[in-house]
DNA sequence: CTAAAATAGTCGGTCGTCCAACTAAATGCC
DNA sequence: GGCATTTAGTTGGACGACCGACTATTTTAG
């Protein structure tokens, strides 16, 4: 009759970690499931801030994008690269901020398989109370000093563009 | 008629990063959209290198979680701790890795709301040449120096460790 | 000892991401 | 010019994560 077992070390990693420990060095291991745990983290935070504005990160930086574009409209196409995500990503975050009727699809004329978003009033207003509520929400990130948070993007992007994302 | 925007800023940035530059030098932003990209990239690594096994990288820490169990079974509710994803995460995997052979639920006789999650011969299988194919990847995480993941995980942990995370 | 509260797991639904495949339109090449 | 190739966007399906709600069990408190 099995019982719940007990591992030889501390509280709680993501098993990467104990894998780490375990199989080898892998430092990598280690710090790869490290980020994916502070991701979780973050998002968390980000989504928890945004619910009362009915949008998630992912649709506020689809609303950011747009807005900060020079004619004040985007090709779905350049959001996705922008944001880095799946065509379908895009198509399905368009969706849903034109259902909530914060963004409009406007066909282009001069190249008729391309389609631009485009904010409405609603969706200027809420993008405005969104990036509000965000600055205000007291971060996980704020939890290092701004030193520490240049230094870890720092390293992030060394990271980034090892893996040729850039 | 709208035309393709230009941004007056470099190649591609997450939107919270243009935003940064922006709104307000809110490193915390900048920062937190870099670490959901890098996600995201290690994840796809990590999920391309398993795929020929069949199992996703998130299957894979249940597998590795159970395997270290000291009696070689673990209770989901465990699972869902350690690995800090919600309970019904949990199920889904079991359910998945159940589906296709590589676990077995036991039901627990001395609490009977609890079931326990046991490799089975395949499980081990599967998990021993899934951890070979990871080792053998060229991680984008390798592009950092031993010295610079050490140091990125120290980062994050104290941020961990700042929100709560422990 | 019993009623209330906590715990374990599941179900149904939402959301975001990806892939494969497809349509329509523009571009390139001979 | 006309056909092959590329590009833009969508659809359908898989997957993982979450939440709310619910059932079945302990456990706790009075």
Known sequence: MPTEPKLPFDPIERAGEIW????????????????MRVQQLILAELDAALRPHGITFARYEVLVLI???????????KIGERLMVHPTSVTNAIDRLESQGLVR????????RRTFAELTDDGKDVLAASTKALMAIDFAIDGLTA????????LLRSLRSSAGDF
């Open 105 to 112: 699809r406007l066909p282009d004329e001069a190249d008729r």
């Open 67 to 77: 807005s900060f574009s020079s004619e004040g409209t985007l090709p779905l196409s």
């Open 20 to 35: 780490a420990r375990r199989i080898g060095e892998s430092t990598a291991m280690k710090l790869a499931t490290s980020i």
């Open 147 to 154: 030193k520490q948070q240049d230094q870890t993007y720092d």
